[in-house]
């Protein structure tokens, strides 16, 4: 599978799998499934709730893993407890999943816990600077090969290559034909941190389910697209997100979406239709727990 090289050297297959809101009855056999068809890259997290059911049916493959937000003063006993669950010795990636620290509630608990106000109780004791040297241990102590961010903005983004020792080598955020986000992505390419789409399809069922938005797949550029290159539309939305250098990890439980997903490699978009693609980008934001929250992390 086509990879990408991260800039400490390491490669990162081009495409994954995403395991959020993955029921964990079915999680053992959709892993199974996905390394048969050729996938070697799968994006776990403290928060998804089935790390030990990934873990189960793990073997070669790149792992990535996310520090919860009210484990920012616990990062060590955070990698370790995912470790633990997914039985393995080393993570290839760990990444701090949100940029906001908030009330410790216990390792490996992932909720959002709220003050006497019934809001987000933001720990402001621990910085992200904090954090991120933090996390920096998890590389010298081995049990990471790579750490990135999460979620994080061009500023923020910025912050961290000025206090970070080990280069962040990864940021993990929503983009899509419908999100572009063409700043932060030619950002970060510009200072050599890999950019995922963790939500390259637009989140469609997510996003239909908790905002009401309309998915880009069904976009009629996207369709007629789909016609042209005799593809689905998910798949075109999957190619346009290859061609801009960044690594795609679609989500499903399905097995013939999971086949579909990967068969983005016979083919290539025109320069003309990858412009077309950029003409039909949406100003909204969307698939943002921080709405919930009042805080707003993704300008």
């Known amino acids: 599978m086509a990879a990408i090289t991260l800039n400490n050297g390491y490669k990162m297959p081009i495409i994954g799998l995403g395991v959020w809101r993955m029921?964990?009855?079915?999680?053992?056999?959709?892993?199974?499934?996905?390394?048969?068809?050729?996938?070697?890259?799968?994006?776990?997290?403290?928060?998804?709730r089935n790390e030990a059911e990934v873990g189960e049916?793990?073997?070669?493959?790149?792992?990535t893993g996310l520090l919860w937000n009210t484990d920012h003063g616990h990062v060590l006993e955070a990698c370790q407890d995912s470790l633990k669950k997914l039985q393995l010795d080393y993570l290839d990636l760990y990444l701090v999943h949100f940029p906001v620290a908030i009330r410790h509630t216990?390792?490996?608990?992932?909720?959002?816990?709220?003050?006497?106000?019934?809001v987000l109780d933001i720990d402001t004791t621990i910085s992200l600077e904090t954090t991120w040297h933090a996390m920096e241990?998890?590389?010298?102590?081995?049990?990471?090969?790579?750490?990135?961010?999460?979620n994080y903005d061009v500023f923020l983004t910025?912050?961290?290559?000025?206090?970070?020792?080990?280069?962040?080598?990864?940021?993990?955020?929503?983009?899509?034909p419908y999100f572009q986000r063409d700043s932060l992505v030619k950002f970060c390419q510009k200072h050599g941190i890999c950019v995922t789409a963790h939500t390259p399809l637009g989140g469609a069922a997510a996003n239909t389910e908790w905002f009401g938005t309309v998915s880009c797949l069904d976009d009629p550029v996207l369709k007629g697209l789909a016609e042209?290159?005799?593809?689905?539309?998910?798949?075109?939305?999957?190619?346009?997100?290859?061609q801009r250098n960044t690594v795609v990890i679609p989500k499903?439980?399905?097995?013939?979406?999971?086949?579909?997903?990967?068969?983005?490699?016979?083919?290539?978009?025109?320069?003309?239709?990858?412009?077309?693609?950029?003409?039909i980008e949406k100003k909204y934001r969307t698939n943002q727990p921080a709405r919930f929250w009042g805080i707003d992390l993704y300008a």
């Open 228 to 242: 042209k290159y005799k593809k689905t539309a998910a798949q075109i939305a999957l190619r346009w997100g290859i």
């Open 106 to 118: 216990g390792v490996g608990e992932t909720g959002s816990p709220l003050d006497e106000d019934g």
């Open 252 to 279: 499903t439980s399905k097995l013939d979406r999971l086949k579909e997903n990967i068969e983005v490699f016979d083919f290539e978009l025109t320069k003309e239709d990858m412009d077309l693609i950029k003409t």
């Open 57 to 63: 049916a793990l073997s070669e493959a790149f792992r």
């Open 158 to 176: 910025r912050d961290c290559l000025a206090y970070s020792k080990v280069k962040p080598a990864v940021n993990q955020i929503e983009t899509h």
């Open 137 to 150: 241990d998890l590389v010298s102590k081995g049990l990471v090969r790579s750490i990135g961010i999460s």
């Open 23 to 48: 029921e964990s009855k079915d999680i053992r056999d959709l892993i199974i499934n996905s390394i048969k068809l050729g996938y070697r890259h799968f994006d776990c997290a403290a928060d998804y």
